[in-house]
């Protein structure tokens, strides 16, 4: 019996911000998008290991390139690019009259720290793991199994919900059920195939 539904959160309630900022922000100083998208991943995967601290990979992202610009506010740039994805706050909260619920995100602090704060995240679950709390990031797994623990379960006992391929894969190798999310509407269908929902 499925007893938590274990989410990640970007790309399943919000919108990831980061190709549209890499984009945005590139063109403004005339980089490639592949060139920039590879530093901007290299410092911001670091601060989701907690490897280095948020402020201080926005900081190198700037100084790579020898950008003048405010680190605090190119960060906020990005996190204004992310929107709610529509109607999955309400299947959350309809899932949850039903089963534990639980979060594992890959996020660095303070990109946690400004959704978190916008939109209530730790509020609406029952408990959850981010990056950069465990010093591993998904697919690997060290935060499916601290989860386990938490939660006190077996990996059958729980249904993982993700966008991404690679992270669905990780969870079902650990013997998880899995759904790779498209959209609202298939996530709400494979619930209630589930019996996750009515």
Same mark, same amino acid.
């Given at each position: 019996?499925?007893?938590?539904?274990?989410?990640?959160?970007?790309?399943?309630? !919000?919108?990831? =911000?980061?190709?549209?900022?890499?984009?945005?922000?590139?063109? *403004?100083?005339?980089?490639?998008? &592949?060139? +920039? %998208?590879?530093?901007?991943?290299?410092?911001?995967?670091?601060?989701?290991?907690?490897?280095?601290?948020?402020?201080?990979?926005?900081?190198?992202?700037?100084?790579?390139?020898?950008?003048?610009?405010?680190?605090?506010?190119?960060?906020?740039?990005?996190?204004?690019?992310?929107?709610?994805?529509?109607?999955?706050?309400?299947?959350?909260?309809?899932?949850?009259?039903?089963?534990?619920?639980?979060?594992?995100?890959?996020?660095?602090? !303070?990109?946690? =720290?400004?959704?978190?704060?916008?939109?209530?995240?730790?509020? *609406?679950?029952?408990?959850?793991? &981010?990056? +950069? %709390?465990?010093?591993?990031?998904?697919?690997?797994?060290?935060?499916?199994?601290?989860?386990?623990?938490?939660?006190?379960?077996?990996?059958?006992?729980?249904?993982?919900?993700?966008?991404?391929?690679?992270?669905?894969?990780?969870?079902?190798?650990?013997?998880?059920?899995?759904?790779?999310?498209?959209?609202?509407?298939?996530?709400?269908?494979?619930?209630?195939?589930?019996?996750?929902?009515?």
């Amino acid at each position: 019996m499925i007893k938590l539904i274990l989410f990640d959160i970007n790309g399943v309630f !919000l919108t990831l =911000e980061d190709d549209p900022f890499v984009e945005k922000f590139a063109k *403004k100083y005339g980089l490639t998008k &592949v060139e +920039f %998208q590879d530093v901007y991943d290299r410092f911001t995967i670091s601060a989701e290991y907690d490897n280095i601290s948020s402020e201080k990979a926005w900081q190198d992202l700037l100084d790579y390139f020898h950008i003048r610009e405010n680190a605090r506010s190119a960060f906020e740039s990005a996190m204004k690019l992310k929107k709610v994805i529509p109607g999955m706050f309400e299947l959350l909260a309809k899932v949850k009259e039903k089963r534990k619920v639980a979060y594992l995100t890959n996020y660095y602090p !303070l990109a946690w =720290e400004y959704c978190n704060k916008k939109w209530d995240l730790e509020e *609406k679950f029952d408990g959850g793991i &981010v990056s +950069f %709390q465990v010093k591993a990031r998904k697919p690997e797994e060290k935060g499916f199994k601290i989860i386990l623990q938490q939660f006190n379960l077996k990996p059958e006992e729980i249904l993982f919900i993700d966008d991404g391929l690679k992270n669905v894969k990780a969870a079902q190798l650990l013997g998880m059920q899995a759904i790779h999310f498209q959209n609202k509407q298939q996530l709400e269908k494979q619930l209630k195939k589930l019996r996750v929902i009515a």
